[in-house]
């Protein structure tokens, strides 16, 4: 059965989330408080790129699935399950800034109490969040709406920046976190068609739902930082990382993703999430110490990098230097946290020229540096004089590339490779003078 549904926030999880609840025949009411980001939606357009994410946006908004607004009061007069995608920040000490959820929490309760609409609705918070923040979503209605019958929900988002609507249409899992037997009832009805091949919905308490989000970002940022840590042991010993990421990822308990060295992970959600997670635990006296280890290593994996460049071309001032990549992954125009934003900030505080290229995210680089950086269209152009090539982010295109291109347009033949895209073998043959990691 068609449900009505709204989405509270289209950022990156709300805008997914939205799309992909109307392709399955709900009615969704998407509520952001940037009109011309709603205008934009209302067009057809995509406020982020995401594979697939525009065709699927346009049709089901064409289709009247969709409905874009900034009224929120629509919102909630109309539905009966309301999604809270907002987002939740580090503050400066690395807990998770909660303001957007408590204030769209108290705005809902607030229409509900002066527009005398049902006060039986079902908040189901997609954000991730610090364990507890169910009980002060909860506690804003009670103290907003006597004798409420509003229902707080957990339901974690487990997307992957480049595939998210294939996660989001068939998610490996489902997890909800209520104890009550009517919400599990309404959750199953909606998810049950994204779970037609038989992956699970896992129901537990709203506080393990919450730290179950927690729990998989830091592991899955614990094995990279665990490779990245491994990989300068390797370089001191003589061994390659990538023949020992082989050797161990083919053993089905480690398994083979998550498992890459690189310059580090960056992104919306791991450093952000490692962080409130050793925030949360230290408020109640807990040191988780494998994940201080993760965010330790991940921090100094982008400064191990940038000594190989500093100790090959000393006296960097005025050095030009080419970068492919910014985003902090492929497939996503997402440079939050970009290890790529970390490599360019110790360039220039070395006075040195930057000059990048990038398939998606030119122009979300542009409002973090300005003409701090040069910038092209061309991946090519960039090298022209350069003193060498830094590939920091696995685009596609970037897997085979022109080799003697570069060489005729570098001014030396050096490539610093921070994602071991390159076979060893084959710059030596090619006479590059080739830096990755861990080899």
């Not at 309301?82 to 769209?104: M, R, W, Y």
């Not at 006060?119 to 006597?146: C, H, M, Q, R, Y």
């Amino acid at each position: 059965m068609s449900n009505k549904i709204s989405v509270i926030g289209t950022g990156y999880v709300g805008i997914v989330s939205g799309t992909t609840f109307a392709a399955h025949g709900n009615q969704v009411y998407c509520v952001d408080i940037d009109a011309e980001k709603v205008e934009k939606m209302k067009q057809g357009i995509s406020p982020i790129f995401e594979p697939g994410l525009d065709w699927l946006l346009k049709k089901n908004y064409e289709e009247k699935r969709l409905i874009f607004t900034t009224n929120l009061e629509d919102a909630v007069r109309e539905t009966e399950i309301i999604f809270l995608c907002l987002p939740t920040p580090p503050n400066e000490d690395g807990s998770a800034d909660l303001q957007h959820v408590l204030k769209v929490s108290a705005d809902i309760a607030n229409i509900i109490k002066e527009k005398n609409y049902p006060n039986n609705k079902i908040i189901v918070d997609k954000s991730t969040v610090p364990v507890g923040t169910g009980e002060k979503v909860k506690k804003i209605f009670d103290d907003i709406l006597a004798d409420n019958q509003i229902e707080i929900v957990s339901n974690p988002e487990f997307l992957r920046e480049g595939f998210a609507i294939e996660d989001a249409m068939k998610p490996e899992r489902v997890v909800i976190g209520t104890r009550s037997e009517r919400v599990k009832a309404i959750m199953t009805e909606l998810y049950e068609p994204f779970l037609r091949s038989g992956n699970p919905i896992i129901f537990m308490d709203v506080k393990s739902a919450e730290l179950t989000k927690y729990a998989a970002n830091a592991f899955l940022a614990t094995k990279i930082s665990f490779m990245n840590d491994l990989s300068r042991y390797c370089e001191v010993i003589g061994a390659n990382v990538e023949l020992i990421r082989l050797g161990i990822g083919s053993d089905s308990r480690i398994g083979k993703r998550f498992i890459y060295p690189g310059v580090g992970y960056g992104g919306s959600c791991f450093p952000k999430d490692v962080k409130a997670l050793i925030h949360s635990s230290n408020e109640v006296g807990i040191d988780l110490e494998i994940v201080n280890a993760t965010e330790r290593v991940n921090k100094s994996q982008s400064d191990f990098f940038f000594q190989k460049i500093a100790k090959r071309l000393p006296d960097l001032a005025g050095r030009k230097f080419a970068i492919w990549g910014l985003a902090f992954k492929p497939n996503t125009d997402d440079v939050r946290e970009s290890p790529s934003y970390r490599i360019i900030d110790l360039l220039l505080e070395q006075n040195a020229q930057v000059f990048a290229y990038d398939p998606e995210a030119i122009e979300n680089t542009k409002r973090v540096y300005g003409d701090k950086i040069n910038y092209s269209n061309d991946m090519y152009e960039i090298l022209e004089n350069a003193d060498s090539l830094l590939l920091i982010t696995e685009w596609s295109v970037f897997r085979r590339p022109d080799f003697t291109k570069i060489k005729a347009l570098l001014k030396y033949p050096i490539i610093f490779d921070g994602r071991n895209q390159y076979d060893l073998e084959e710059m030596k043959k090619l006479n590059f003078e080739y830096y990755s990691i861990g080899r």
